[in-house]
Every structure is written in structure tokens, then in C-alpha cells.
């Protein structure tokens, strides 16, 4: 696990210094369960007189039977679901283990009645979902208009609170492997010979997809997929004196496919002269050139085909 149990106290004393007077609370969460709830009534969210507030037990008494699991989430970002006062503006109470698992008291009188507490096992991804925006919602607005959720891919199809592979995000596995679970159409394009390199590490799936958002093929940026290119390929951004017209209507994938191709420079044609008469046509080629073998590179004269400062006919 990413976050030894014994790097808390420096997390704690982070969360001190940003969110002032914590210190009170701090310590009454690793108090017994008894002393914490005495705490939690003091406060006015939970306060004795709601009903709802007597349902929670705290965290401290699901460990006398789940020792594993609450040591599990000691050691990642959500142990913070036990300070209540980091709660302010997300509308979700915060009880710890029952943020997520609901109120835990009638599962405890019940000697641990499973029917009897909210269980991940078999709840549908809208069930899960629900659970988790109600903390995660203001950052992942759009999950529910996603083609992943959409298809019933769930929070915990890629993300584990209790059993994270991965220290970045609490992902079950890291990516691209995570991805290509169920994306095998993905995984033979990034294994042909020409491709962006995200099994070697060095570009990754969501530097490009959004996977918690609405917009069609997951595409990270709405205004068309060249912005996403764009970001890392600068010097194809312009503004140039003559475009090429289909760079700026049609995008980078009139002639380039993103994954991986057989052809190189990832073109969608197996060569260079074949993709340039697809659109301009044999007749019009010939026109003004001949069919000598000189002309047969196009880009050797052609050298700047994304844009020019200098040359209508993109030469420089
Ligand atoms: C952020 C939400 C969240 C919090 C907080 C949380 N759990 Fe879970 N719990 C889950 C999810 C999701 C699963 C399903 C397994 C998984 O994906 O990790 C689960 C599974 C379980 C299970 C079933 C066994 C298993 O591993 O599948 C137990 C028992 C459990 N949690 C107890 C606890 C206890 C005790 C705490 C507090 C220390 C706690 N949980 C805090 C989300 C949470
Ligand atoms: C008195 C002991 C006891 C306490 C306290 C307790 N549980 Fe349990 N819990 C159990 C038992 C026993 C089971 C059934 C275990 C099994 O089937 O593996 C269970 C099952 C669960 C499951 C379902 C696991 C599954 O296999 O579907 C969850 C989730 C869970 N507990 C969460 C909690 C949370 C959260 C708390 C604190 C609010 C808590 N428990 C407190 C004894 C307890
Ligand atoms: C298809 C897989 C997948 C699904 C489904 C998914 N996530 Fe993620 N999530 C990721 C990946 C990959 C990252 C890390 C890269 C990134 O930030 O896009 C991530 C990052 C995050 C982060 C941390 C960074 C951030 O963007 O805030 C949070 C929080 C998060 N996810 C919560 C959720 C919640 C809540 C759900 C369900 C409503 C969910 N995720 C559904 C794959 C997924
Ligand atoms: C009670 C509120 C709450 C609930 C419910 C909740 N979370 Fe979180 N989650 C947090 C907090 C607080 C953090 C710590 C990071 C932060 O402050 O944003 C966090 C962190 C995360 C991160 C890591 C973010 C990162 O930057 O690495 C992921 C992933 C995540 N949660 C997924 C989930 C999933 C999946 C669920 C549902 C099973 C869930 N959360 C339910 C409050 C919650
Ligand atoms: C360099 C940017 C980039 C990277 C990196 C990238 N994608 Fe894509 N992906 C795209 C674009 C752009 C499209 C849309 C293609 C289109 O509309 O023709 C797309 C489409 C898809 C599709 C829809 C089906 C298809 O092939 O059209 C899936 C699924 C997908 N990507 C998954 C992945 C996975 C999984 C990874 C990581 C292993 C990944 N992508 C990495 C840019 C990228
Ligand atoms: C649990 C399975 C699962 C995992 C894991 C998963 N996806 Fe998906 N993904 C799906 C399903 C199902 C769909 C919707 C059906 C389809 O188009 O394939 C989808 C759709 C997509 C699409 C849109 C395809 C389209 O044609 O519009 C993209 C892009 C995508 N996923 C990228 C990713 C990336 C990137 C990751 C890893 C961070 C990932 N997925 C992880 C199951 C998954
Ligand atoms: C995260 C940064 C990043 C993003 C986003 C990105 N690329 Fe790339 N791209 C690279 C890197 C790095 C290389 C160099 C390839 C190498 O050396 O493996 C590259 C190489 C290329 C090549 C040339 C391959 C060759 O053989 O010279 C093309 C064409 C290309 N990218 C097109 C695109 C398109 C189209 C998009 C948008 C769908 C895109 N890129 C998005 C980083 C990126
Ligand atoms: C009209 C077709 C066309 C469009 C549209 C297009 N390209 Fe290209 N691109 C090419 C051709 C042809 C080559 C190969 C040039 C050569 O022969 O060296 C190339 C090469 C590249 C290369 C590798 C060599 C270099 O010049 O750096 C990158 C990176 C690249 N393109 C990125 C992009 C991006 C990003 C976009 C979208 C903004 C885009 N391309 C749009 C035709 C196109
Ligand atoms: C997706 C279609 C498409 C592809 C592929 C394409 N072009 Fe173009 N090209 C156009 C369009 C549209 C124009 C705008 C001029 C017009 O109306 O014909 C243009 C303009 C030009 C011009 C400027 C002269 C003029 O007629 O205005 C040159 C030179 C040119 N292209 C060369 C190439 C070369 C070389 C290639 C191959 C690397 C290529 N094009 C690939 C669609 C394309
Ligand atoms: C040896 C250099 C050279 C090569 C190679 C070459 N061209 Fe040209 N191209 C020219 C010249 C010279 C012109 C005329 C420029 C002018 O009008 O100023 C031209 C003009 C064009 C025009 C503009 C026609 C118009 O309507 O104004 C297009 C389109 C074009 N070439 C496409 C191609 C394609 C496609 C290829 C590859 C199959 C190619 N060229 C290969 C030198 C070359």
C-alpha cells in the first residue's frame, strides 16, 4: 500500500495546518468508540435528537470485527471520511467506514446481519455511483452521462478502496493494463509497429480520455480531438498564414489514426502520395505534375503539409 500507516501523523499534520482548529478532533478519532460517538453528538450535524445520527457506531466499532478492512482504508486518502469537520460543503455526512457503507448499527445489534448494511458485492453501478458522487460529484459532474456508466462500467470496475494496486487514484490496476481488460481492440493498436508509445509509459490512455466524462469516444476536451493533439504536438498549432484546409475542418484524423497503425508517421494510408491523391485526385495531380518518380514523395517538396508561414503551396 502506497501510504504506510506510519506516514498519518504528517498527513494529519497536513490537514491541520490547512484546515485550523482540527487538533480536537484529530485526537478524539483515534479515541474508542464509546468517546467518539459522545464527540459526534456534540456536533450539530449529527446531533443526539436526529435519528439518523444514532444509526452511526464510528469507525473504531466496525474494527472490533473488521480489523483488515479498517486498516485497509486507514492507509489512504479516505481515512479523512472520520474528520468531520472536513466535510463543509459537500452535503454527505462523514462517519468513516459508513460514508460509504451506510449507518452500521442495526448490523451490529444484528451480530454483523449482512442483509442489515450496505455491501458493494453485486450492487449495480448505479447503486455505486450514488455512493460515491455524493462526495466525488462536484469533481466528476458528468459520470452519469458517461459511455462508461452508460454501459454499467462502475467506480469499482476501475478504482478499489480497500485493495488499490495503485497508489495514483486507488486504481486496480495501473493503466494502460487496466484499460485493456476490456479494451482488447486498444491493446492491438498500441502492439503495431507504428504507434504512440503508452505501453513504454511514455504517453498515457488519459492524456487523451476523459473516462468520467460525457463527451463522445471519452475525448478529454470538448472543442474537436485536435486540442487534445495540439496540447503536446505545439508547433502543429499555428496560427499559419495558409492552411491546409482539412487540418483545421477535418482534425488530425483525416490523416493520422491516434492509437497505433501499420503505416508510419501513424498516417491512415500506407503511403504518403496515396492518402495526398485520396483527396486531391489523380486528374488534378496530374494537371500539373507528370507521373515521374520525383513527384512520387509529395512531401519532399510539400514539407510543410499541417501549415505554412511562407508558402501556399506548403514548400516551407
Ligand atoms: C470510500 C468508500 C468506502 C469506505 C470509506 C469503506 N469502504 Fe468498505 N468497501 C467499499 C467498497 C467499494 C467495497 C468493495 C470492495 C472494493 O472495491 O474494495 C468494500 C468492501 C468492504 C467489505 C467486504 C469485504 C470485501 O473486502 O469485499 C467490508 C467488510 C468492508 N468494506 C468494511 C469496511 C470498513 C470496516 C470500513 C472502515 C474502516 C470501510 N469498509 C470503509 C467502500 C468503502
Ligand atoms: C460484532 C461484529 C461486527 C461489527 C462491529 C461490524 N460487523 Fe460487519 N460484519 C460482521 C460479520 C460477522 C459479517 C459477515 C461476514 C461474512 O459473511 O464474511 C459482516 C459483514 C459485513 C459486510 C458485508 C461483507 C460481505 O461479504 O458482503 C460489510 C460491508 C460490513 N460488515 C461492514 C461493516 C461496517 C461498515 C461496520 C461498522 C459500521 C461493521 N461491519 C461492523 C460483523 C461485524
Ligand atoms: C473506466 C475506469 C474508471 C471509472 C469507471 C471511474 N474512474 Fe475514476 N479514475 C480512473 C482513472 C484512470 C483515473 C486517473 C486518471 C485521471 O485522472 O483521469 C481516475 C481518477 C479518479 C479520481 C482522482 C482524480 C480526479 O479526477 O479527481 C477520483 C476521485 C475518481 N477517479 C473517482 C471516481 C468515481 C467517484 C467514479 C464513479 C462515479 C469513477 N472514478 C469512475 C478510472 C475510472
Ligand atoms: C464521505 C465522502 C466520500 C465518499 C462517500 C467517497 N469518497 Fe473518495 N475521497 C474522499 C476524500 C475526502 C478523498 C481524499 C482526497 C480529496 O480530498 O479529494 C477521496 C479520495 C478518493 C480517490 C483518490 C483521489 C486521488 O487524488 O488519488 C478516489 C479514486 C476515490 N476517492 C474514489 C471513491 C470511490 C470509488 C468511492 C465510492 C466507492 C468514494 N471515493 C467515496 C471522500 C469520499
Ligand atoms: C494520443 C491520444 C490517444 C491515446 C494516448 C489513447 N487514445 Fe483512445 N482514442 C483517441 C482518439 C482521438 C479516438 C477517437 C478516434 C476516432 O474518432 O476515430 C480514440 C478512440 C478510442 C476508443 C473508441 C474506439 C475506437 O478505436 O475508435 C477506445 C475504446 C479508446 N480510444 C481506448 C483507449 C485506451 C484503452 C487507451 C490506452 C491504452 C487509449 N485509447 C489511448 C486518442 C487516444
Ligand atoms: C470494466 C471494463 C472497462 C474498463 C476497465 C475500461 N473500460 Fe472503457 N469502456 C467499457 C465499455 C463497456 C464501454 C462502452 C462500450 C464500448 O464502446 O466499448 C467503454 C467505452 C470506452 C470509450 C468510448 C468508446 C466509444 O466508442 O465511444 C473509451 C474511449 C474508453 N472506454 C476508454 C477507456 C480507458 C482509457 C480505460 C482505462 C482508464 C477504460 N476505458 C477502462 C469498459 C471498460
Ligand atoms: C501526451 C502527449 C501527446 C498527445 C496528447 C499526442 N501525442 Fe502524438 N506523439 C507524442 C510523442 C511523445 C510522440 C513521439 C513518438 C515516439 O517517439 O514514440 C508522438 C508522435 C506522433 C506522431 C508521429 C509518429 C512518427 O512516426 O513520427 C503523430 C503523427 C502523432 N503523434 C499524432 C498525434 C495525434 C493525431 C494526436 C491526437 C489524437 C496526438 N498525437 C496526441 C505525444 C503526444
Ligand atoms: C492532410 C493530412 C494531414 C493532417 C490533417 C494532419 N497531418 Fe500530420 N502528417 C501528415 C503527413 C503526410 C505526415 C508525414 C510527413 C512526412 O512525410 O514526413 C505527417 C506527420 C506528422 C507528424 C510527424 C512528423 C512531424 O512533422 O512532426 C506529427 C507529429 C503530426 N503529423 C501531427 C499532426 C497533428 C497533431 C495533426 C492535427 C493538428 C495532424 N498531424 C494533421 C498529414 C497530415
Ligand atoms: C482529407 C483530404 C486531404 C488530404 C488527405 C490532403 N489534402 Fe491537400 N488539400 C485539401 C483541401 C480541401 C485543400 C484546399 C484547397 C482546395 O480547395 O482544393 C487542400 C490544399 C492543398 C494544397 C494547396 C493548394 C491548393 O490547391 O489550394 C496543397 C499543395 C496540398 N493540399 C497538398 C497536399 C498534399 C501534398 C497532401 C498529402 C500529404 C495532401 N494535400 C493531403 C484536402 C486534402
Ligand atoms: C518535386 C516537387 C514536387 C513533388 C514531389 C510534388 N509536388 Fe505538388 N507541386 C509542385 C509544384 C512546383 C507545384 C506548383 C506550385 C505553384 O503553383 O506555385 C505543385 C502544386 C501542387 C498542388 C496545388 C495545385 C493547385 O491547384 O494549385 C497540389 C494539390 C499538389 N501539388 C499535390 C501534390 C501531391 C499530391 C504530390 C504527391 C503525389 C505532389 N504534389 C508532389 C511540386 C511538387
Redesign the pocket.
Known amino acids: 500500500m502506497w501510504m504506510k500507516a506510519r506516514a498519518l501523523p504528517f498527513v494529519m499534520f497536513l490537514s491541520s495546518c490547512l484546515f485550523g482548529a482540527l487538533s480536537p478532533v484529530l485526537s478524539q478519532a483515534q479515541q474508542p468508540a464509546a468517546e467518539k460517538n459522545a464527540q459526534s453528538q456534540s456536533t450539530p450535524a449529527a446531533n443526539a435528537s436526529s435519528p439518523e445520527a444514532s444509526k452511526y457506531v464510528g469507525s473504531e466499532t466496525c474494527k472490533t470485527c473488521h480489523e483488515d478492512q479498517y486498516k485497509q482504508i486507514e492507509a489512504t486518502?479516505?481515512w479523512?471520511?472520520n474528520l468531520a469537520n472536513?466535510?463543509k460543503g459537500?452535503g454527505?455526512e462523514?462517519h468513516g467506514c459508513e460514508?460509504?457503507h451506510g449507518p452500521g448499527s442495526a448490523h451490529v445489534e444484528g451480530g454483523g446481519d449482512v442483509s442489515k448494511i450496505f455491501t458493494?458485492k453485486g450492487a449495480t453501478a448505479q447503486q455505486?455511483g450514488a455512493?460515491?458522487l455524493?462526495?466525488?460529484g462536484s469533481t466528476h459532474p458528468n459520470f452519469q452521462r458517461s459511455v462508461h456508466y452508460q454501459a454499467e462500467v462502475s467506480?469499482?470496475s476501475c478504482?478499489s478502496?480497500h485493495q488499490a494496486k495503485e497508489q495514483?487514484?486507488?486504481l486496480k490496476a495501473k493503466t494502460p493494463t487496466l484499460c485493456y481488460g476490456c479494451h482488447n481492440d486498444a491493446m492491438a493498436d498500441f502492439n503495431r509497429p507504428f504507434h504512440h508509445r503508452v505501453n513504454e509509459g511514455l504517453v498515457q490512455c488519459q492524456d487523451c480520455h476523459n473516462v468520467h466524462d460525457s463527451l463522445p469516444k471519452a475525448a478529454k476536451i470538448s472543442t474537436a480531438q485536435d486540442q487534445i493533439c495540439l496540447k503536446c504536438h505545439t508547433e502543429k498549432r499555428g496560427p499559419f498564414v495558409f492552411n491546409h484546409l482539412p487540418v483545421k475542418t477535418e482534425g488530425c484524423t483525416a490523416c493520422h489514426v491516434p492509437h497505433g497503425s501499420n503505416n508510419p508517421r501513424l498516417l491512415t494510408r500506407n503511403s504518403v502520395n496515396n492518402l495526398c491523391i485520396e483527396c486531391h485526385g489523380l486528374s488534378t495531380f496530374l494537371t500539373l505534375h507528370n507521373q515521374s518518380n520525383k513527384y512520387q514523395a509529395c512531401t519532399m517538396c510539400h514539407v510543410a503539409i499541417h501549415g505554412s508561414n511562407a508558402s501556399g503551396v506548403f514548400f516551407k
Open positions: 486518502q479516505h479523512n471520511t472536513l466535510k459537500t454527505q462523514w460514508s460509504c458493494f455505486v455512493r460515491c455524493a462526495c466525488h467506480c469499482i478504482h478502496p495514483v487514484a486507488l
